[in-house]
């Protein structure tokens, strides 16, 4: 998405903030610019079950579909669901 990201992550060995800190400052980081790029804060949900999961997933994978960028989650380059194409 050009102005949100949606991530499922399951971090082990570190808390939930702290990988959200490596994502937002390895971002920054790459990104080089002064200019403010995250908001504050973070909005986490807890995945309770396969269920709660595929339809976590599902709600990401429709996402730019929404947003009208693509016709199919699968067309979306910047999604888990793109298919790439055979070279």
């Not at 995250?38 to 947003?67: E, L, M, S």
Request: charged fraction near 25%.
């Amino acid at each position: 998405m050009p102005d949100h990201i949606h991530l499922l992550l399951t971090p082990t060995g570190i808390t939930l903030e702290r990988s959200i800190q490596f994502i937002k400052g390895g971002f920054s980081h790459s990104l080089a610019s002064k200019l403010p790029t995250w908001q504050r804060g973070f909005t986490d949900r807890r995945i309770r079950d396969r269920d709660d999961f595929i339809t976590h997933r599902t709600y990401i994978h429709d996402n730019p579909v929404r947003a009208h960028l693509c016709q199919q989650p699968e067309d979306y380059p910047h999604s888990s669901a793109y298919i790439h194409p055979r070279p």
